[in-house]
């Protein structure tokens, strides 16, 4: 694959990407999938889904996972229900996440990749031992089925980011990064972040989102690609620094409004053919 393929986020059947013969009319080499949902995972609808994949031409490079009961609201709510933080979701999705790297398995697919949600900073929170704990089973299992896990950024701070992965201590354990997910959570600056946490990125968002009037506390808003504050010229710059040749997948997450969807990925796939042409 060369460097730099352009990919979008997609789904089947749940999620928030856009429908696979989107990503064909687009014309774009590689897709992150987000898993679809349980009875969807068999063998069957995996070969149909791979033959689609070889039709259009479209390499697979990243399932995530998501589950029931996460809301991304407001910013104490993803607190209180998003990933394997909360206590009382964790043991049903930790499950979870092991049958979609099974199914991931199934489809050749060499990453699973989450949000975590918000771990606590203080490592003598027990709660933070907790996640460690499932975090590294979840890594063990999905290293059994030759895959890394990837954690998506937003939650933590690039600094908190690396502490946790050192706590967790396993090999297979790498960031997708998102540099809007850091402005709109109101984290840190995003390339800033980039360059801290750079030899464990192995897979990347282009999203873009301008910062929030109170960081941390509300929402930033999510824009089109080149219109937020992360300054995608600098982001791939930035991304060629640390060495990161995968894919730039896109996420663009309107799907209420699929004919604008479609028409802000285009641009987002015709803004990052140019800003690679100008940098590789």
Known sequence: MNKWPIGVFASVDAGLG?????????????????????????PEKAQAFLAQLREYGITLTAVFGGFEGESYADIPTVSRTVGLVPPATRAARVKEMKEISDFAKLLGCPVIALHVGFVPHDKSDPLFNEVVAVTGDLCDHAKNNGQALHLETGQESADALLAFIGAVGRDNLFINFDPANMIL??????????????KFVRSIHCKDGTWAK???????????????????????????????????????????????????????????????EKLL
Request: hydrophobic share 35%.
């Open 214 to 276: 109170h960081p941390g506390e509300e929402w930033g808003a999510e824009m089109p690609l080149g219109q937020g504050d992360v300054g995608m010229y600098n982001y791939l710059k930035t991304l060629k620094e640390i060495g990161y040749t995968g894919p730039l997948t896109i996420e663009r997450e309107i799907p209420q409004e699929p004919q604008r969807q479609k028409a802000e990925i285009g641009h987002a796939v015709r803004l990052l053919t140019e800003l690679r």
């Open 18 to 42: 856009v429908k696979l013969d989107v990503a064909r009319e687009l014309r774009v080499p590689t897709i992150q999938l987000h898993a679809p949902h349980g009875a969807s995972r068999t």
């Open 185 to 198: 959570y109101g984290t840190e600056e995003p390339i800033a972040a980039l360059k801290k946490v750079g």
